[in-house]
């Protein structure tokens, strides 16, 4: 049995809040979906990454501290209020 579907959609807005190996968007019906997954050695890398250095502090204040040149600061209003 075959099934035809004509369908007409308008997204005025769309938000993705994650995207993960084994994410689907689908919009519309679909007949057949098929999952592939290829892994690409592009840097032809042979070995593990080294390992990552352990920071001591974070890069950029998290609560008060000194202001971070080149920085605006966050405020809740807009300014000029």
């Given at each position: ?24 968007l ?46 605006i ?9």
């Open positions: 049995m075959n099934f035809y579907v004509n369908q007409s959609i308008c997204i005025h807005s769309l938000r993705i809040n994650a995207v993960t190996n084994a994410s689907v689908q919009i519309g019906s679909s007949g057949l979906v098929r999952t592939t997954a290829n892994l690409f050695n592009t840097g032809g890398f042979t070995g593990p990454a080294p390992e990552a250095k352990k920071l001591q502090a974070p890069l950029i204040p998290l609560e008060g501290g000194q202001q971070v040149p080149g920085l600061p966050f405020t809740t209003t807009p300014p000029g209020r």
